[in-house]
């Protein structure tokens, strides 16, 4: 009868606690939109509005597709929500969100369907070091930004968003400046 008792709590703490293995990040960015860096038709009227936007991502995630720099993770409906001057957005599709590592920059790049028909594509361009590897190993997981190297200012013309909507003649891309962080915090190392 003991052992029967010690095996039911062994399985009940298991499962009580597995949530707690598993934490959301949330990455966050906040600025504002401009200049126009291709001429393009800004058909929602972004250029010169302040921009906000975030992106909930679980630390259980794993890639959907590797290379030998980069890592694209898959995030759900109603993952990413923005506002962009008066439009507010939650995503009602899968969204991507891709880290690329670099020599000379890290970026972090969110896309997927936008408000009113429209493809979006953020860039963040950051230091070198924002992520570990670990990132984009085919068994990775998403990470908060590196503690050293948060929050992070972003400028354009590296960080910019580009969209494409049903009403435009062609794509828009527009600078943005202004910062990137992650809660939770990333752990010292």
């Known amino acids: 009868m003991h052992l029967r008792q010690m095996m039911f709590l062994a ?6 606690l597995s949530p707690l293995s598993a934490a959301t990040i949330t990455y966050s960015l906040n600025g504002t939109l401009g200049p126009n860096l291709n001429g393009g038709a800004d058909c929602l009227g972004g250029n010169g509005a302040t921009a906000t936007a975030s992106a909930m991502a679980s630390s259980t995630l794993t890639p959907k597709s590797t290379t030998t720099n980069s890592a694209t993770y ?3 409906a109603g993952a990413v929500t923005a506002a962009v001057g008066t439009i507010s957005f ?8 891709k880290y690329t590592l670099g020599s000379k920059a890290d970026t972090f790049t969110l896309s997927g369907p936008g408000p009113l028909g429209s493809s979006v594509t953020a860039v963040s361009s950051m230091v070198p070091g924002s992520f570990p590897k670990s990132v984009i190993s085919a068994t990775g997981h998403p990470t908060p930004i590196a503690k050293a190297h948060e929050p992070q200012n972003l400028t354009q013309p590296a960080s910019f968003l580009q969209y494409s909507a049903p009403l435009c003649t062609s794509p828009t891309k527009l600078g943005f400046t202004g ?4 809660t939770p915090a990333a752990p010292t190392r």
């Open 11 to 16: 399985i009940a703490l298991a499962v009580g």
């Open 74 to 76: 898959s995030l759900p």
């Open 90 to 97: 939650t995503s009602t599709k899968p969204w991507n969100m």
């Open 179 to 182: 910062t990137i962080g992650s």
